[in-house]
């Protein structure tokens, strides 16, 4: 039978804090994570829940200082319709969409995608290609977490216990192109098989910056940096992308589990990104 822990709703973003360092909470948003871990099936359910619903300092999508900054509270349905994420990174807005079914969009945040931590979270190798940082916050001030660095195992991540994800800032390279893809057994209302999210620009006839990130082929989301340097500073050929997808079939370390192979994900990654480049490039 689901546990049914106490719920507290605090009125502000300080007395939350207020609460987080007086012990042990479990923070909920929309719930979609945690509502399915309560049945203690999945772990041990929380003891305390707290309830940041309301918290409208964690809401909002805006421009700032060159960077488009993302409420930690930004739903996928807020993600994917605003004016802003489209016009800069819409490629989040496309991960954003492949999530659950709408009712599942209405509620969940990206925040709550990022502090799962499930290495299968759709839009976490969008704030990896992205090179997006996270903010989190508590009663000792807020910090900057880069996201490569914040998913430190599996369901592990750099926040401590007293700290929430405030936002996500997404830094603003109007040159670059950002692609994102994504396997699953449907086509909607299923968890990836293998996730994948492309960035690079344009320099001279070749591509530089380039960030190949991945879900469900590992522990946690991950870039690829041998595949990266495949394709670095290479022009845009068949070869190239014959060659990218050959090394990060060798590079990733992927699982059989439930849902799939650890050979199937090898062989759709190296497909996902050889289409990819193969789009890219026009050929």
Excluded: C
């Amino acid at each position: 039978m689901p546990v049914e822990p106490p719920v507290t709703t605090p009125r502000s973003l300080p007395e939350a804090y207020a609460l987080l360092s007086s012990g042990a909470y479990r923070p909920i948003a929309g719930g979609t994570d945690l509502m399915v871990q309560i049945t203690g099936e999945l772990g041990e359910p929380p003891e305390r829940v707290l309830d940041v619903w309301r918290l409208e300092e964690l809401r909002g999508i805006q421009v700032e200082d060159d960077a488009l900054v993302v409420g930690a509270l930004s739903t996928y349905t807020e993600i994917r319709r605003s004016a802003l994420v489209g016009e800069w990174l819409p490629a989040l807005a496309q991960a954003a969409g492949t999530i659950g079914a709408a009712q599942i969009q209405n509620r969940g945040t990206l925040g709550g995608n990022i502090v799962n931590a499930s290495p299968a979270g759709d839009t976490l190798p969008v704030l990896l290609a992205a090179d997006a940082s996270i903010i989190v916050g508590s009663a000792r001030g807020e910090r900057e977490v880069a996201a490569a660095d914040f998913w430190t195992g599996y369901r592990e991540t750099a926040r401590a216990a007293d700290e929430l994800v405030v936002q996500v800032r997404f830094p603003l390279k109007p040159a670059r192109t950002i692609r994102f893809r994504k396997v699953g057994t449907r086509r909607a209302q299923a968890i990836s098989k293998v996730v994948l999210a492309l960035a690079y620009r344009e320099d001279g006839g070749v591509w530089r910056d380039v960030r190949v990130a991945l879900g469900s082929v590992a522990a946690t989301p991950v870039r690829v940096p041998e595949t990266e340097s495949v394709l670095e500073g290479a022009a845009p050929r068949a070869t190239v992308a014959d060659h990218a997808a050959a090394v990060i079939g060798r590079e990733i370390k992927p699982i059989d589990d439930v849902r799939s192979t650890a050979e199937y994900r090898r062989a759709v990654t190296g497909r996902i990104l050889h289409r990819l480049l193969r789009e890219e490039g026009g050929w």
